[in-house]
């Protein structure tokens, strides 16, 4: 069964550094996988995602992922923090051609000015 | 403006008491679904549609109901809510295929089962 892991459920980082969400998953087929943001109040929005064509998946806002199939990893990156990304990211997988997503726990990230 | 809806946004509610939280689509999308989103859970499925008159269970369905007799509205349905139910829900909608459509999510419902 496919599965979606977020190391730590917090993440706060200053204006301008580097932002690093991790994302492993777990799945017995070739994975599809997603990062959405979500603003408070706010639905989700997706940032990018990965279908199995490029391993660095470039997305909205200056966000980037790379697929690490030898380390099972889908982490979210962006150089340089802004206080507007202020937000809460979940990496989803999905498995195959199946159309379910299943979501990790969520990273809530906060920019320190 | 292409927009996924929910109402309503909040709601606070007794066990027992019969509730819809109503989803509206208006992109003509084919598949839609709800999700719950609890701390330090993500989200999860409850119900997803393929299509019209076609719904099926996701990971979480037991306590909800779910109806689609036209493209673009997909309630959700609690005939006896209670305390654990108590959560953040998400409608969401895309065209077709989830690798090839991206998926919209409405801006949620805050349901308190007291």
């Known amino acids: 069964a496919q599965s979606v892991t977020q190391l730590g459920s917090h993440v706060s980082v200053s204006e301008g550094a580097l932002v690093l969400l991790r994302c492993n998953y777990s799945s017995s087929v070739p994975p599809y996988l997603f990062w959405y943001v979500q603003y408070p109040n706010q639905g989700l929005q997706l940032l990018l995602k990965y279908t199995s064509a490029a391993t660095l998946v470039k997305g909205i806002n200056g966000f980037e992922a790379e697929f690490k199939k030898s380390e099972t990893s889908f982490h979210l990156t962006k150089p340089s923090a802004h206080m507007s990304d202020a937000a809460e990211y979940f990496c989803a997988v999905s498995e195959g051609g199946a159309q379910k997503l299943v979501f990790g726990q969520g990273t809530r990230l906060t920019i320190n000015p | 403006e292409a927009q996924v809806t929910q109402n309503p946004r909040y709601l606070i509610t007794v066990t027992g008491k019969k509730l819809t939280v109503t989803c509206s689509q208006n992109?003509?999308?084919?598949?839609m679904s709800w999700y719950r989103q609890d701390p330090g859970l993500g989200l999860r499925q409850i119900y997803y549609s393929m299509n019209v008159e076609v719904t099926d269970k996701g990971d979480v369905p037991e306590g909800y109901k779910v109806s689609r007799k036209e493209k673009r509205n997909f309630p959700l349905i609690l005939e006896s809510p209670s305390p654990n139910q108590t959560s953040l829900y998400f409608c969401a909608s895309r065209a077709g295929s989830l690798t090839q459509e991206t998926q919209y999510f409405g801006p949620g419902t805050r349901l308190l089962v007291l």
């Open positions: 992109m003509n999308h084919e598949y």
